[in-house]
Each structure stands twice: as structure tokens, then as C-alpha cells.
């Protein structure tokens, strides 16, 4: 008898590298094969079972799905916002909507009625801007004495933002810097227009920078026209060029371009209200890092922003209102202050302003732009010169098409449940095995299998109490409700037939009559509550505590709720010991099958041992030679 270990070796070679049948001339793996399948038939129950149990599990799970789906939706239909929806209409004098100036939503606690509403001022952050752009102008040499512009030096080329024309200065002797700049300010006017360039002076020098109220970003470069040299005379060099400075290059590596001398390093404190943050950088730092630092910093309720059309800081705060300020105190360095390298004053708070209303006569103020008055949301867009009208009416298509989305769901989530419910069970398609579903196309695979689930749930018992519940909670009448409004039917909303298993119907003409005549006895048909009497609890009051508690049942029955770590489900339990019974019984067969191996090893064994007994005595008998 080999030993234990020598044993697992053998088996392992054996139900590898199988060389049975040598002596006897048997096909051992066919004959095995043949008894296993046998064997393999209890376990193959198993299989089945547990697979039945998965469909049934995934069946519930899906249905479960789509009764949450309606819990959801029932949650909002119990609410009494639901059905209290107006609308807001703002209209000027000359019948133009004032949706421009502000929109109003009315909440649940609005009343319909005209209303008058002028936009007098906007709430407004506390805010700090550059007093001028940071960006130093281009700025060319001296000149001294006078500047002479004839026909042979009269005209240079210049290129504004990528395009390029051609400036010619009308010819005179001009005697000072102040009358050369107006001659070609003049110049440049005529060739781009107005408002585009600035030609300045600066102690003795002219410059050139972006006009006010101009695109501060666009570039300015200089160039000589052909045999003409009087970019020369106005102090500059052909292929002089000005360009707005970068916030993302070091402030040493640009220093020459802004207004002020930076210097190499900053310490500065920023207030916000009651709160403060004190920064410090050195000039290899990037406005950028600068300004990412402030918007950043946790104790500030601030902002700080570039402006590259304008070429201006801004810091604010990021709420609005009178009661806000922003102020910064520059300690070290240039960087702050009205000649400072961001151009930002230093010292002095800035506030914020509220924003004001006139709301049917009366003055209204709020540190934001968006007011609650009367049940009326205003978010305030614009200052307003005249009063507008605004019309506040109850807004009965929205609750139809609530109450009409409500109704498809229904629809929808009963259909499915009776769907599983009426389905005819085949007891003759059961799982297909893997060896089934081998010598099966997967068209017919497909096809068997959707026998084999049909009618897992059929009359379930655990989804009709559901379903049942469902519909008497849709059919039974609301006590303490007026007679004429206690009942879905009263508003228009009935079954059809009993084939159609409860399915509703919605006369959206008789729910449109009740709305208009009693929205509120229409929303206390859906949302009455009272915790001692549930009869007085309303329809989705009373379908929502039924969903609550069909959810919680499917879920103890196939698992898969919210937050579940661990499947506790009847079904998961089931599926479990199964996987344990499949998992016994499948080593139970392998040891099986290893005995019918190892009985035909032992047929082999003997045939050779007798073969060799044979060949001996023939050899005595002298039988051997021939």
C-alpha cells in the first residue's frame, strides 16, 4: 500500500498523465466517464436548485428596484410642497417680461395675487481693484530740443493686436514732446481709430500703451518703414514692442514692465470682516501664486482674481452686503498701495453694499440678491427705473404632471410584479448543466432558459400581499375628508378593468376641475397624516408605509439592501448551504472517481503480473523459443 504522500502524487499523475488500459486493452477514462455521470447526477440536482434560487433572487432584487423607484416617488407625493406649486409672471409697463431685472419662484407659502416690484440697488461684495493697469507703458528715450517731420521721415509701421498699418505723422516742426505726442496721437487715430492706442508722455519720452476701455492685452510693436527713420526721432528702435506682463513668469523676471519697481520681497496682511491671514513672498514668485495664496487661504471668505482685458487685480469678498469689508496693509515692500506694483491702495476698508426692493410700497433690504418676501423668491438681476408687475397664480399643470408621473410609475411597478405573478411555470425546463450546454446552440440555450425561469414567482405570496396592499391603499376612502373629496375617483383617477389587475386611469379634465375648485382638499387626499388613526392618513401617506415595509420583507427574503455587508436574506442562506452541500459532494465524487482509477490500475497491474507468469512458464516449458 504506497503511503499518504506518494498517494497525493499518484493521484495528481493519475489525473494528469492517465496510461490506462495498456495491459487490458480497455478504454478506462470512457468506462469511468460513464459511471461518474451516475454519480454526477446528485450534484447536478444541487446545481439546479441553487440555480433556481439565484433566479429567484435576482427576480426579487429587480422587482425591489422598481419598488423603491415608487417609495421615492411616494415620499414626494406625501409632501405638501407637492401640490402647493405656483407661478410667477414679471411683466414692465410695456408688457416686456422683467425676467431681465429678476425672477421670482413663489414657495408653498406664497398666495396668488398682483404684486409691484422695483429693483432699486444689487448687493455688492466689498472689493479692491487696481486703481489703473499694472503694466507699464512702452516707453521710448528722450528727446530733447525739437522733432522735424518731413516727407522723407513722416511714416513708421505699427501692429495692434496682430494687425498691422501704416502711421504717418503730418509733417511740421514740433518744438516739445507734448505737441510731437499730439501730432502722433493724431496719427494713430487715423490709422486704427479712436479708442485703441494712447500716446503719452513721460518725463520728456513718448509712450505707447493700450486706450482706456481697450483690450489692455493686445500687443503694440514698432517698425520702420522702408527709407524712413522716424521712429528714430520719436526715441524708439524698430522692433520696440509693448506686451500686457505675464502672471505666471516670476515678478523678477518681468520687473521692468510694471508701473512700479517690485523689489525683492513682500509681506502683506488681508482682511476679511473679523478675519485676517498675513502672507509673505519673495519676487521669484508669480502673481499667480500671489493671488492663488489669498483665494486659497482657509480663514478668509475672499478672492483675488486678474483681469487680463483690463489688466487690474481684484480682491474681494465672497459674500455681499453692508456688513462686509475686504482691506489690505502692505508692511514690506512695493507690492501694495496706489503706486504699488498692483496698484491696489493699502490701509483703507472697502465695503459692501445690500440690495434694495420696493415690494408693493414697502422698502426692502438684504446683504444678498436673492430675497425671500411674502413666500416669493426674488433673485435680483438689475437695477430698475420703473416698477414691475408681477402676477403670482397657482400653477395647477405642474401638479397635473406630478400627479400624472406618479400614476406611470404606478403603472409601470404593477405591471412588472403581476408580470412575474401570472407567469406559467414549466416544471418539465429545469437549469441546463454544463454538459446540456455543450451540445446546445446559444440560440437554444437562450431559449430553454427562459422556459426554466418563466413562472419562478408565480403567485408568489410575499409579492401579492404587496400588490394587494398597494391597491387597497389606491382604493380606500380617506376617513375625516369631505365625501366629495375623499377618494382618487373623485379627482379623476380610477382602474380599469379586472384583467388589468389595478392598473390607473387619469381624466386630467376632472383632476384640472378639482384642482381649481379645492387644491387644498386635493392635497390632503394625497398627504393627510394622523399617527393614531391610520384610516385618516392619505393615499400616498398610506402607500409609502406599505412600499417601506414590502421593500424591507423582499429584502429579508433575497437580501440586497442598502449599506448590506453580509447577504442574511432566507434566499442567501439557502444559496450558501447549497454552495457547501455542492462543495462536499463535488469532493465526495473526486474521491469517487479515484477509487474507479485506482481499481482499474490494480486490473492492469494484475493482467501484467500474470502476463509475466505466462511468458515464465512458457519459457520452462520450452515454449518460449517458438
Known amino acids: 500500500m504506497a503511503s499518504s504522500s506518494s498517494s497525493s502524487s499518484s493521484s495528481y499523475i493519475s489525473s494528469t498523465l492517465r496510461m490506462s488500459g495498456l495491459m487490458s486493452g480497455l478504454d478506462v477514462d470512457s468506462i469511468v466517464s460513464s459511471l461518474m455521470k451516475a454519480e454526477r447526477t446528485k450534484v447536478d440536482k444541487l446545481y439546479q436548485q441553487k440555480q433556481i434560487y439565484e433566479w429567484q433572487q435576482e427576480m426579487y432584487r429587480d422587482l425591489n428596484l422598481k419598488l423603491k423607484s415608487l417609495y421615492d416617488n ?15 409672471t414679471g411683466t414692465l409697463s410695456s408688457g416686456v417680461s422683467a425676467d431681465a431685472y429678476f425672477t421670482a419662484t413663489p414657495g408653498s407659502s406664497a398666495a396668488s395675487g398682483d404684486y409691484a416690484i422695483k429693483v432699486n440697488a444689487l448687493a455688492t461684495s466689498a472689493q479692491l481693484t487696481s486703481g489703473d493697469s499694472i503694466t507699464k507703458a512702452l516707453k521710448g528715450n528722450a528727446i530733447s530740443g525739437s522733432v522735424t517731420v518731413d516727407s522723407t521721415s513722416n511714416s513708421f509701421i505699427m501692429s495692434v493686436g496682430g494687425i498691422e498699418k501704416t502711421v504717418t505723422i503730418a509733417e511740421g516742426i514740433y518744438s516739445d514732446v507734448s505737441s510731437l505726442a499730439a501730432a502722433v496721437q493724431s496719427a494713430v487715430n487715423s490709422a486704427f481709430g479712436e479708442g485703441r492706442v494712447t500716446v ?5 519720452s513718448l509712450t505707447f500703451a493700450p486706450a482706456e476701455g481697450y483690450n489692455k492685452n493686445a500687443t503694440i510693436a514698432l517698425k520702420d518703414a522702408d527709407s524712413q527713420n522716424i521712429l528714430d526721432k520719436l526715441g524708439f528702435s524698430s522692433g520696440d ?3 500686457e506682463i505675464s502672471i505666471y513668469k516670476s515678478i523678477s523676471s518681468q520687473a521692468s514692465s510694471f508701473k512700479a519697481n517690485p523689489g525683492d520681497s513682500f509681506k502683506f496682511t488681508v482682511y476679511s470682516g473679523d478675519k485676517s491671514a498675513e502672507f509673505s513672498f519673495d ?9 492663488k495664496a489669498i483665494s486659497s487661504n482657509s480663514n478668509l471668505n475672499a478672492t483675488a482674481s486678474y483681469d487680463s482685458l483690463t489688466d487690474r487685480i481684484t480682491i474681494k469678498s465672497k459674500d455681499t452686503g453692508a456688513s462686509t469689508s475686504i482691506r489690505i496693509v502692505n508692511t514690506e515692500g512695493n507690492l501694495f498701495g496706489e ?7 493699502s490701509g483703507e476698508p472697502a465695503k459692501g453694499t445690500n440690495s434694495e426692493i420696493v415690494f408693493n410700497g414697502i422698502t426692502v433690504e438684504n446683504e444678498s440678491n436673492i430675497v425671500t418676501v411674502s413666500g416669493i423668491q426674488l433673485s435680483l438681476k438689475k437695477v430698475m427705473s420703473e416698477t414691475a408687475s408681477l402676477k403670482v397664480e397657482y400653477d395647477t399643470d405642474t401638479v397635473v404632471d406630478t400627479i400624472k408621473s406618479f400614476i406611470s410609475l404606478y403603472n409601470d411597478t404593477i405591471s412588472a410584479i403581476n408580470e412575474k405573478l401570472s407567469e406559467e411555470r414549466y416544471y418539465d425546463y429545469s437549469p441546463l448543466t454544463d454538459s446540456q450546454k455543450e451540445e446546445m446552440t446559444e440560440k437554444q440555450i437562450e431559449a430553454w432558459e427562459a422556459k426554466a425561469k418563466s413562472g419562478l ?5 410575499l409579492l401579492m400581499g404587496i400588490i394587494n396592499n398597494m391597491r387597497q391603499a389606491l382604493y380606500t376612502p380617506v376617513s375625516g375628508l369631505s365625501s366629495e373629496m375623499d377618494t382618487l375617483s373623485e379627482i379623476g383617477i380610477t382602474t380599469g378593468t379586472y384583467s388589468e389587475k389595478g392598473k390607473l386611469y387619469l381624466d386630467e ?5 378639482a384642482l381649481a375648485k379645492d387644491p387644498e382638499a386635493v392635497m390632503k387626499l394625497f398627504t393627510a397624516s394622523d399617527d393614531s388613526d391610520s384610516s385618516k392618513n392619505g393615499v400616498a401617506v398610506k402607500l409609502y408605509s406599505i412600499l417601506k415595509s414590502g421593500i424591507q420583507s423582499i429584502t429579508n427574503k433575497a437580501g440586497g439592501g442598502d449599506y448590506q455587508l453580509y447577504d442574511n436574506s432566507t434566499l442567501g442562506k439557502t444559496i450558501s448551504d447549497l454552495n457547501n452541500r455542492i462543495s462536499d459532494m463535488e469532493d465526495h465524487l473526486k474521491d469517487v472517481e479515484e477509487s474507479y482509477y485506482n481499481k482499474f490500475t490494480k486490473l492492469e497491474e494484475a493482467i501484467s503480473y500474470y502476463n509475466q507468469q505466462s511468458l515464465w512458464l512458457s519459457q ?5 523459443s517458438s
Open 283 to 291: 519676487s521669484s514668485a508669480t502673481i499667480n501664486d500671489i493671488l
Open 620 to 624: 520452462q516449458l520450452g515454449l518460449g
Open 241 to 243: 514692442s509693448y506686451s
Open 74 to 88: 411616494a415620499f414626494n407625493m406625501k409632501l405638501q410642497g407637492t401640490y402647493l406649486k405656483f407661478k410667477a
Open 509 to 513: 379634465d376632472k383632476l384640472k376641475e
Open 457 to 461: 414567482l408565480h403567485s408568489d405570496t
Open 339 to 345: 503706486d504699488g506694483v498692483l496698484r491696489v491702495a
Open 200 to 204: 503719452g508722455t513721460d518725463l520728456g
